[in-house]
């Protein structure tokens, strides 16, 4: 399976061994067999640690909150944390497969409820439209009685 990453480059080697490093472990193509390990017991993430041992590094050039050396790094080792990665597991697909149910259930329900909402609401309005109906068909049937005024003619008024 090949992954498209985009390709980053910095002036600086350490910080593209780090970015190097980084795109390694997104795409699951680990290099150091610390990383394969964990890569094949499926216990691999995209941490600030993990990358500095795939780059080779040191921890604490991109693991510090201030005065980081690299803090571009730093912020797309957060951003690669933030997006779910790619289960490696089948025990992950079937959890994530199970969540992505439940919530396709909920969001099913939640349809349903608003279907059968709509459907009572339309059936009372033609109700309410047979009730003005018949009652519009006795006011004509009233007016046509007496002589003197004139027949009211369906929804179109005629000034």
């Given at each position: 399976?090949?992954?498209?990453?985009?390709a980053?480059?910095s002036?600086?080697?350490?910080?593209?061994?780090?970015?190097?490093a980084?795109?390694?472990?997104?795409?699951?193509?680990?290099?150091?067999?610390?990383?394969?390990?964990?890569?094949?017991?499926?216990?691999?993430?995209?941490?600030?640690?993990?990358?500095?041992v795939?780059?080779?590094?040191?921890?604490?050039?991109?693991g510090?909150?201030?005065?980081?050396?690299?803090?571009?790094?730093?912020?797309?080792?957060?951003?690669?944390?933030?997006?779910?990665?790619?289960?490696?597991?089948?025990?992950?697909?079937?959890q994530r497969?199970?969540?992505?149910?439940?919530?396709?259930?909920?969001?099913?329900?939640?349809?349903?409820?608003?279907?059968?909402?709509?459907?009572?609401?339309?059936?009372?309005?033609?109700?309410?439209?047979?009730?003005?109906?018949?009652?519009?068909?006795?006011v004509?049937?009233?007016?046509?009685?007496?002589?003197?005024?004139?027949?009211?003619?369906?929804?179109?008024?005629?000034?």
């Amino acid at each position: 399976m090949s992954l498209k990453r985009k390709a980053i480059y910095s002036g600086d080697s350490i910080e593209q061994e780090f970015l190097d490093a980084l795109a390694r472990l997104q795409i699951g193509k680990p290099k150091t067999k610390k990383m394969k390990d964990r890569l094949a017991a499926g216990k691999m993430k995209i941490t600030i640690s993990n990358v500095a041992v795939e780059a080779g590094r040191s921890r604490t050039l991109i693991g510090l909150d201030k005065n980081c050396r690299y803090p571009v790094v730093r912020e797309k080792i957060r951003e690669a944390k933030e997006k779910p990665s790619l289960p490696t597991t089948h025990t992950e697909i079937i959890q994530r497969l199970r969540a992505e149910k439940l919530e396709l259930q909920v969001e099913v329900r939640k349809l349903r409820a608003e279907a059968t909402a709509h459907y009572f609401a339309r059936v009372k309005a033609e109700k309410e439209l047979e009730q003005e109906r018949a009652r519009a068909a006795r006011v004509n049937k009233l007016l046509a009685g007496k002589q003197k005024i004139a027949r009211i003619v369906g929804g179109d008024s005629q000034s």
